[in-house]
Each structure stands twice: as C-alpha cells, then as structure tokens.
C-alpha cells in the first residue's frame, strides 16, 4: 500500500499543515461549548481530541473545519490566518461520524467529487479523475468496488470510501470525527491500526475526536484532553499516564481510585492512618489522592498504607485476584496479587501504595494543581 | 408515497407464511374496495360513453368549446402543478430544516387547502383578486388582470397543489442528513454545487410524486376554478364546468363523453410521470 505520488502534483499546497488555534471561545446560546481553548499542532502530527460527550472536542474540530466560526479567537494554517476563511476554501479533508456518503452516487463518484466540482480552471480532466479514483480505491484497499453504492457496503468499508473521498482533495489536514464510533470491535482495531499506517504514508496533519481513550492512547502522538469546553490537558500518552495534570484527567484517562484525605502540618491523612505522600509544595486542608487499581498492593504486616478486608477470592492464570474493601472507602477495588494462602476470606490485610498523585481542594470545593506523587 | 405502477420490494408470495396472518381478508378487502369505490364508477362512466363510439368521442372532443375548454384545463394544471413544484420544495425545506417561533403553526397552515371547502377558497381568491379587491386594485394599475383569466385558474390551481407537493418532500427532507451539504462543502464545492448535485437528486422521486399529485388534484377541480375563472367559453371555461353544463341540459352523453376524454387523458399523463418516477427511483433514490 503506497500512496500514490501523482497526488503531488499541486506544489501550492503543502501536504501537512501546522494548526494553531488561540483563545477560541464559542457559546450555543448560553451553553459555553468552547472556552479559552489554545492549542499547537505540529506539521503532520496525529492528534486527538479526547474527552466526554458535551466536552466540546466535536465542536473544536468543526471549528478547526470552518463548519463553525468561533465567537471568538483565531484557527491558523502554517502560521496564515484561517479563521474567516469559508470552508470551501480551507482544503481539510474531514470525515464524518457517520461518514455523510453521498447515497445516490457510486463510489467511484462519491470519491471523484471533490475534483469534479472544481472550477473549469483547476478540474482535472475526466481521465485524469479517474485515473486518481483508481488509485484511491486501491489505497484504501476497496479495488474493483467503484461501481457499488454506499447501501452495498459494510460499514468498514463505507468509512474507507469516505477517507478516500477527503483525501482525493489533497487536503492541508485530515480531521475524522469518531472515526471508529459506529464500528464493531473487530473492525475497530483493524482500522485502527490501519488508520496509523495511513498517517504514516501521507504524512498529513491529523485530528481526530474520539471519546475512548484506548483509541486515543494507542494512536495518536498527542492527545489533548478536554473536559467542559476547556483543555485540561494536552500531552504524549506517557505524560497523561504518569503525569496527569487534573483529577478529571486521571479519572478519565484510565481507571483511578479516588479517596478523600485532609493535609495537615505536612502529613496527608485517611480516616486515621497517615498516607506516605510528599506534601511538599501543598497547603494544608482538605484534598483527594488519586491512584490506579495497579499501584496498589498487598504489603507486608505493619507497612502498610491503608488496610482493608477481603471481600472474595478468585483464582486466575497469573495468580489470585482478591476483591478488596478498603477502610473508610464505599467501593471494592480488585487487586491482582500473588496472595498468600493464608490471607482468608474476610480477613485483614495490610495495602501500600506505590504510585499517588494528590489534589488539594480550591476555595469552591474543586481539586486543583498536581500535586506530587509519592 | 409509493408510485402504483411498482410492486413494493416487500411484496410477498402469495403463500409464504407470516407473522401476521390475513392475507386472505385483506386481499379480499382491497379488491372489493378497489372494486366498488373505484373501479366500479369508472366502469360505468365507461359503459355510458361507450354508447358514442370511437367516432363519438372524437366528434365531442373535436367540439371547439369542449377542445378549447381541456386544453386549457390540462395546460394550466400542468403549470399550476410545475409553479407547486418550486414553491412546494421552498416551504417544505423551511418547514424542515429551520426551526423558529411558529413553525408548528405555519406547519398546520400548509394543509388548510385539503381541509377548506373547494367554494370557500374560490369566493375569498375572486375576492382579493378582482379588479376591487386588496391584491387586484393594484395589479390593475399596471394592467395585469387576474380574477375571470386563465390567470385566475392558475392562481387557484396553485393554492389547491401546494400541499401535495409540501406534504409528499417534507419528509424526504428530514431524511437528508445536514452533514451531507457539510461533507459536500469541505469537498470544495459551492452552495449551487451542493443544491444540485447533493441534495436535489435523493429528492427527485418525492418532488416527482408530488408534481402528479398536484397535477391530478388540480385537472378534477371544479369549486375553487369558477368562482375565480369567470368562465368565458373557449377563454377560461374548465372542463369539469362544460361536464355540469351539458348535465344540466340534459346532455348525458355529451357530459361523459368529456369525462372519460379527460379520464383517458389524465390517466395517460400520470402513467408517464410515474414512468420517469420510478426511472429517477432507480437512478437517485437508492438510499
């Protein structure tokens, strides 16, 4: 699989923008979908955008599109302002989430339309599209299937025609909105990884929205994490994993454990116990330690951090898997461990934490500013 | 709306099973009511004319009123129904796809035409448009002349369509989905390019069905058209009014003479807009 080189032919515009988007705020109504969002995406970066539904990453990308005007802020291309620019004009190939194929065309004419609508000037002849269809359709690995309509194809494949169709522009960037949303699994991880191997070979600018953070870990060189229409963090997969920047970022980012502790004269303290946490930097009061189901384990009697009961016992291929209630704290957590024999059912076994990251309380009852993990 | 000339795909075989059962009543049902309510009539009116011949029929439809009175019967249906076409899509996609304070009541406004009796909307259309009136003083003054023309027939043509066609495409339109002119944009092409290559084609087949609706309603309307026509021989006489002419002259055999010309001729004309419906159906409409 190549992509075909006759796509360079337009030496005018580059292959792989660079993004930048300053201060863009937009309201629908008085429901504030984008606020004060800044953000830098390098030439031929794989970016996504990753949060809840209603955290504005969809409305980011349109605006990123040109299907939306931001109320305020500035979208550039290499460096050119962008924002005014209407979209016709803005040369991104965008796919939607539900792949918006245009259903009484074949494929091969879905495909060939952006060329096709060109003025006389630009349009290149009818050989010449399709010649490009031809290639395209090899691309995406849908040969000898041009002559099919949209309702023939499998979804897999109707979202490849549709990545076919926004790259036949030779776009500045590539924008997928939940590229992999209405796919079943099988078919998500394959086109996943073939999603990579496509940004590998064109070398575009990349964004994509998702809301699962598997597909946003495992593809993207950044992603930018998004919570109420502000950015809570943008960074690499390994950054968002060791070093998350909010409590919404750790939470959301894999699975964490949140239990609710109070700082005091430098000590961080749970029900009774102290934790073993650096609270060097914090101010005293109320704050939350985060941590993941894997950094905790069974520690040896009298060093632990926390204690709690065995709940149930359950045996795996790697070991034991013990359901854990620990003291003071609502849920059960599993805990994969090379368990004793001895420790009981119902009895109490003593948990050190290996890995926390502490959040203190702001004025409103929020938790803000990493603290240090321990 | 499905086109009556093609067999639904999900017709079954006669005998194969299914989960509701009553092919037998139903089938029975719509055969007597076919039967009775239309094809029974029809036959009659038929077997009436048939006492002209062939040689009848020619000599009635060769008549100078009754041929000046079809043509312009069906011509000014056919450009009632056209004018429809285009307002019809206009409101239908407003209706649709903007949302504003009291859409829910201009929504229920399309439909007043079916509901109003035929003769009510006759007298307030003479009314507005006669040379007095609030829409006819003005137009006088720069001689245009709608009320007792052909005009006027054209106006209340218009009026009596515009909910087929608004009614048939409305729903097509919801279908089409806001991402496909999005899709079509960032392609780079115009908003003209998106209108017609885009949106205009899944529509074909509904506006087609809505153009035969209109046309038909309007080839059989009678109450709206005399009020308003005027009704001058060979000028703006309508053909279903020369049919209650020559009844009350007791001129059966002329009368369904007319109709069943008229019935030959609208059921031609609909066969062929069917045609090219169920042509666009199978070209644009693989949805």
Known sequence: MRFPEAFADT?????????????????????????????????????????????????????????NSPDRGRVLFD????????VQDRHVGMVFQNYALFK???????????????????????????????????????????????????????????????????????????????????????LRRWLRDIHKQTGLTTVFVTHDQDEAMELADRVVVLNEGRIEQIGTPEELYDRPASPFVISFVGEAVALPVAIADGQVRFGGR????????????????????????????????????????????????????????????????????????????PLSLAKARIFPADENGGYVNAGDGI | MTSPILVGKNARRLTAPSVIPGFGLTFGYTLIYLGLIVLFPLATLIWWSSGLGLSGLYAIASEPR??????????????????????????????????????????????????????????????????????????????????????????????????????????????????????????????LQTVLRVMLPPLAPALLTGLALAFARSIGEYGSVIFIAGNIAYVSEIAPLLIVVKLEQYDVAGATGIATIMLAISFAALLLINLVHAWSRRKFGRV
Not at chain 1, 29 to 54: H, K, Y
Not at chain 1, 79 to 86: F, S, V
């Open chain 2, 66 to 191: 009754v041929a000046a009175a079809l043509r312009v019967t069906f011509f000014i249906s056919f450009a009632a129904a056209v004018v429809d076409l285009f307002f019809g899509l206009i409101v239908a996609w407003v209706l649709t796809r903007y949302d504003f304070a009291g859409r829910r009541l201009l929504d229920a406004f399309v439909d007043l035409p079916f509901a109003l009796p035929t003769a009510v909307a006759g007298i307030s259309l003479a009314a507005l448009y006669s040379p007095s009136g609030w829409f006819g003083a003005p137009l006088a003054g720069y001689d245009i002349k709608i009320a007792f023309t052909r005009l006027g027939i054209l106006v209340a043509l218009i009026f009596i369509g515009l909910p087929f066609v608004v009614r048939t495409v409305q729903p097509i339109i919801s279908e089409l989905e806001v991402e496909l002119e999005e899709a079509s944009a960032t392609l780079g092409a115009g908003r």
């Open chain 1, 11 to 67: 030496k005018t515009i580059k292959r792989g923008a660079s993004i930048r988007i300053e201060g863009v705020e937009q309201d629908f109504g008085a429901f504030p979908a984008l606020r004060d969002v800044s953000l830098d995406i390098q030439s031929g970066e794989l970016v996504a955008l990753l949060g809840p539904s209603g955290s504005g990453k969809t409305t980011l990308l349109r605006v990123i599109a040109g299907l």
């Open chain 1, 274 to 349: 102290e934790l073993h946490i650096d609270t060097h930097g914090l101010r005293s009061g109320p704050a939350r330690v985060f941590f993941r189901p894997a950094d905790i384990a069974v520690a040896a009697e009298g060093n632990g951090d926390l204690e709690g009961r065995v709940e149930s016992l359950r045996r795996t291929p790697a070991g034991v898997r013990a359901t854990i209630a620990i003291d003071g704290y609502d849920q059960t957590l599993e805990i994969d461990s090379p368990l004793e024999r001895s420790a009981s059912l119902g009895g109490r076994v």
């Open chain 1, 79 to 86: 460096g050119e302002n962008a924002t005014g620019l209407p």
């Open chain 1, 104 to 190: 009484h065309m074949t494929v091969a004419d879905n495909i060939a339309y952006g060329l096709k609508v060109r003025p006389r000037r630009t349009r290149p002849s009818r050989s010449a599209i399709r010649t490009r269809v031809a290639e395209l359709l090899q691309f995406v690995q849908l040969d000898g299937l041009g002559a099919r309509y949209p309702a023939q194809l499998s979804g897999g494949q109707r979202q490849r025609v549709a990545l076919a169709r926004a790259l036949a522009i030779e776009p500045r960037v590539l924008l997928l909105d939940e590229p992999f949303g209405a796919l079943d699994a099988r078919v998500r991880k394959d």
